[in-house]
Nanobody, 124 residues
Framework: QVQLVESGGGLVQAGESLRLSCAASGRTFSNYVMGWFRQAPGKEREFVAAISGSSAYVRYADPVEGRFTISRDNAKNTVYLQMNSLKPEDTALYYC?????????????????WGQGTQVTVSS
């Protein structure tokens, strides 16, 4: 069982930055692929970024490629999402998720554990 707690969301203006954090419980954090997803009102939950247990492999959704960076610190059981050059269309509830498989997946059904989410609002 893994528990995930996100933090770092907030209200910012377009062009500004935010750094999200996700703290995980448990002793086997490095065994999990970690992902970030987001869900805007009236829309489906969508993939943002994911990182393998060793940080060797990362994947990004096209809309955030070049602006967002995912990273992890296995010693702290924490995964991060650095978001730069934020746009109003980035406004959403951002979720952290953990996947027990070895591959870096981009679809929600692969992920076994989810946090409660942290709200990111970008004003124009």
């Amino acid at each position: 069982q893994v528990q995930l707690v996100e933090s770092g969301g907030g209200l910012v203006q377009a062009g500004e930055s935010l750094r999200l954090s996700c703290a995980a419980s448990g002793r086997t954090f490095s065994n999990y692929v970690m992902g970030w997803f987001r869900q805007a009102p009236g829309k489906e939950r969508e993939f943002v970024a994911a990182i393998s247990g060793s940080s060797a492999y990362v994947r990004y959704a096209d809309p955030v490629e070049g602006r967002f960076t995912i990273s992890r610190d296995n010693a702290k059981n924490t995964v991060y999402l650095q978001m730069n050059s934020l746009k109003p269309e980035d406004t959403a509830l951002y979720y952290c998720a953990a996947d027990r498989s070895l591959a870096v997946h981009t679809t929600t059904h692969w992920y076994d554990y989810w946090g409660q989410g942290t709200q990111v609002t970008v004003s124009s």
